[in-house]
């Protein structure tokens, strides 16, 4: 056996052995608030498009206008010949939606965190990291070669504390989701911007799930009136806004900044002119509809003192994003399939994703849910405590 063959088999081994192992699920299609999941029909409680947006007629129409105006490809990064108006106007929307002065589009919200991170972060720097912070965050922590402090989860004690240890550092930075991915919690946006301040540390809010629902759609930042003390707003356009790409709005001047040191920028083509029209739709529709998330966070407040009054733990969740801790692995499993039997896709989450010993249904409520929707996803949770009694 070759070098090549042998270090495939052990590498599938090792995964498949972990409980690591995933494959890409036969859905068609996804985005959708009801999905043909190997060939049935079920209520799609597993994707990100939290306000149906990705499916609606004035969005597709966003895109082919994108596309009859400007073609399929941008060609080339924005720098070079890859812009062109729609994009600044995207970009213009974005900055007003955060109350910041600009705003830089990025190819994903993921190229977005790793160029802002390592655009401001190098060698001798410091990045205090929310341990429960998104993936690309801590890649673009490793990637700038900076010291990586991970604060536990929400714990102000233990960030001051690590500020404190780090007191002789200049260059300092902290950067934070503002809603939690896995748990559907905050961040103490308040606590933070005090130590921030206090410690003289630039700080930035990852808002991928917050943009579009929090805030009247601001985001967090904007809800706390907290948009002046934060120096750099991240989010994404493919979640709540219903697009795909991210961004980073924020002062002029550090926006301009990144243009030249966001390498995730410099080096990458410039999305899409029908990815940018739908962008450009999504932003405008939720400053159109700025209470559509209230709406929603408050289905999911009622959907929370549901699961609760069955049993269920919910953990920390304030947002439309719902866990269901049922600590054992095979056990989760076991429940994402007895709510699929009732017609219900929620994601199955394990380690390492989540803290060992913390395996759970994620549940990511969506505003195009009907009355009968909702009746339905009851029913079946209903049925999983019996079940599960
Ligand atoms: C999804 C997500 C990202 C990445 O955004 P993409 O546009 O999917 O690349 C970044 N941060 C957080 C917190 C996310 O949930």
New binding site residues.
């Given amino acids: 056996m070759s070098f090549f063959d042998e270090w495939l088999v052990a590498k599938r081994n090792s995964l498949k052995t972990g409980g690591r192992w995933r494959e890409i699920p036969d859905i068609d299609h996804g985005a959708d608030l009801i999905v043909s999941l190997n060939g049935r029909q079920v209520i799609n409680l597993a994707s990100?498009n939290y306000l149906g947006l990705a499916g609606q007629e004035a969005m597709k129409e966003a895109a082919m206008q994108g596309v009859m105006a400007y073609g399929t490809s941008s060609g080339a990064s924005r720098l070079v010949t890859g812009t062109f108006g729609l994009y600044n106007q995207l970009e213009s929307a974005l900055a007003e939606l955060k109350k910041q002065e600009a705003c830089l589009v990025f190819g994903?919200?993921?190229?977005a965190?790793v160029g802002l991170v390592t655009a401001l972060a190098g060698r001798g720097s410091v990045v205090f990291s929310d341990r429960l912070?998104?993936a690309?965050?801590v890649d673009g922590i490793v990637l700038s070669r900076a010291r990586h402090v991970r604060y536990r989860h929400n714990d102000m004690d233990h960030l001051a504390y690590c500020l404190k240890k780090n007191r002789d550092i200049r260059e300092k930075f902290l950067i934070t989701?503002s809603v939690f991915?896995m748990d559907g919690d905050r961040a103490d946006l308040g606590a933070l911007v005090a130590l921030c301040r206090e410690h003289d540390v630039i700080m930035a809010v990852?808002e991928?799930?917050a943009t579009g629902i929090v805030g009247q759609g601001r985001g967090l930042a904007c809800e706390l009136g907290l948009e002046r003390e934060i120096h750099l707003h991240m989010g994404?356009?493919?979640?709540g806004l219903g697009s795909?790409?991210?961004f980073v709005c924020a002062r002029q001047e550090v926006v301009d900044l990144l243009k030249n040191l966001a390498r995730s920028f410099v080096f990458s083509t410039a999305l899409p002119p029908s990815v940018i029209g739908a962008g450009l739709c999504g932003v405008r529709w939720v400053q159109d509809h700025p209470q559509e998330g209230d709406r929603l966070l408050e289905l999911a407040a009622r959907f929370r003192g549901f699961l609760a009054s069955l049993g269920f733990d919910v953990g920390p969740s304030t947002t439309q994003i719902i866990p269901v801790i049922i600590r054992d692995n095979a056990k989760t499993l076991w429940a994402r399939d007895h709510l699929l039997a009732s017609g219900v896709l929620v994601a199955a989450i394990r380690p390492p994703t989540v803290p060992q010993g913390t395996s759970r249904l994620r549940l990511a409520l969506r505003a195009d849910m009907l009355p009968e929707h909702l009746a339905k996803v009851r029913t079946a949770f209903v049925r999983l405590q019996e079940a599960m009694a």
């Fill in positions: 990100n994903s919200g993921y190229a965190n912070n998104h690309s965050i989701d991915s990852d991928a799930h994404t356009l493919s979640k795909y790409g991210g």
